[in-house]
Each structure stands twice: as C-alpha cells, then as structure tokens.
T-cell receptor, first 119, second 114 residues
Framework: AQKVTQAQTEISVVEKEDVTLDCVYE???????LFWYKQPPSGELVFLIR??????QNEISGRYSWNFQKSTSSFNFTITASQVVDSAVYFC????????????????FGQGTILTVHP | ETGVTQSPTHLIKTRGQQVTLRCSSQ?????VSWYQQALGQGPQFIFQ???????GRGNFPPRFSGLQFPNYSSELNVNALELDDSALYLC?????????????FGPGTRLTVL
C-alpha cells in the first residue's frame, strides 16, 4: 500500500527565511509520480510540481526547489526567501502509474504541513 | 482560478440524512475525481468518473456514490450521513485518465453533519 508522511505538522518562520518541507513516501511500485500541492485558505489545491520516479534531477522554479532522493524515498520542498503569501498548507502526494500511464486519478496525500510566514 | 466549480459552498445536515454535492469540470475535461478532506488531514480519494462511468474507487463504503453527466459535470451522493462524514469535499477534473495530465481542483464543499 502507498503511504506519504509529512512529519512536520506546522512550521513558523519569519519572512525572508528559507524553509524546507519534508516528505517521505512508501510504495511497492517502481513507476510512480510525486506531487506537491499548496492549499491556501480558500481551499483549492494548487498544483506546484510533478516528478516521475525515473527523474531524480533536482528542480528549481523561482524561489521554489525540490530535492528528490529515491534512495531515501524522500521528496523535499524548499522555499527560499519566504514571503507572507507563502503561508498555506502544503501537501505531498503520490500516484501509482497503471497500464498505459493510467492512474485512475488516485492521489495518496500526506497529512500536510501548515506553513506560517510572519512579516 | 482553475475553472472547476463546486456547489454548494457550505452545507449543514443531520445524521442519517442524504446529501448531493455538485462539481462542474473545467471546459474540455472528461474526468472527475472526488476527494474527502477531514479537518487537519490530507485529501482521501473517493472515486473517479471517466466518460460517465466509475473508473476507480478508494476505500469508501457504498453509501458514497456518484454520477457523471454527458456534459461531464458530476455529483457525489452520500446516504445515511454519519458524524465522521463532516469534511471538505474536493473535486478535481482532468482530461483522460493518464497520470501525465494535471488535475485541477475546485474550491470544495464544506459539509457539516450534526
């Protein structure tokens, strides 16, 4: 069975600090996808990144960066120079890949990390 | 905004009642997935509908059922409501069933069961 663990329930930082959100996952599949979503108070889940299990290259997008390490089953997310607008709940998620790339839409989410950035 | 809309925004029901939640998918999308998000938890997959047929289901009892219409909008029905059904219900739309296609989430319906 798949499982995603986000050990940090809440993180509080001051603006301009760097912050790393941890994600550890479990799956028996060799092919899978990992995701990060942001959930602001409005409730919508906002897609941030998707990474497949064969691509271990780190990725940077503006102030966001992701570190995927298959050896430790981790997919950590770092925000550099945090801003108040980064305050939200962040979810890491995992999707298995079925035949033909199908996933039946099933994302397995972690319990989320509440990030609060103070001015 | 993702173009996925859900109604109603909030709903209060009593135990034992039935409820119907609605989701309008983004234009061009033919797949809708439903998730239940209890307070302080991550979303849990309920089921997916693709071209009006159920196409995958999570670990939810049969009293959770759904429909998808020819315009690809969808309904989630929950019978015999229980207190633990109180949650934010999210729908997500995408095109096809491939994991390669991004899912776009709606703002959710907050259901409270008293």
């Amino acid at each position: 069975a798949q499982k995603v663990t986000q050990a940090q329930t809440e993180i509080s930082v001051v603006e301009k600090e760097d912050v790393t959100l941890d994600c550890v996952y479990e799956t028996r599949d060799t092919t899978y996808y990992l995701f990060w979503y942001k959930q602001p108070p409005s409730g919508e889940l906002v897609f941030l990144i998707r990474r497949n299990s064969f691509d271990e290259q780190n990725e940077i997008s503006g102030r966001y960066s992701w570190n995927f390490q298959k050896s430790t089953s981790s997919f950590n997310f770092t925000i550099t120079a945090s801003q108040v607008v980064d305050s939200a709940v962040y979810f890491c998620a995992l999707s298995e890949v079925g035949a033909g790339g199908t996933s039946y839409g099933k994302l397995t989410f972690g319990q989320g990390t509440i990030l609060t950035v103070h001015p | 905004e993702t173009g996925v809309t859900q109604s109603p925004t909030h709903l209060i029901k009593t135990r034992g009642q039935q409820v119907t939640l609605r989701c309008s998918s983004q234009s061009g999308h033919n797949t809708v997935s439903w998730y239940q998000q209890a307070l302080g938890q991550g979303p849990q997959f309920i089921f997916q509908y693709y071209r009006e047929e159920e196409n995958g289901r999570g670990n939810f009892p049969p009293r959770f059922s759904g429909l998808q219409f020819p315009n690809y909008s969808s309904e989630l029905n929950v019978n015999a409501l229980e207190l633990d059904d109180s949650a934010l219900y999210l729908c997500a739309s995408t095109s096809g069933t491939s994991v390669y296609n991004e899912q776009f989430f709606g703002p959710g319906t907050r259901l409270t069961v008293l």
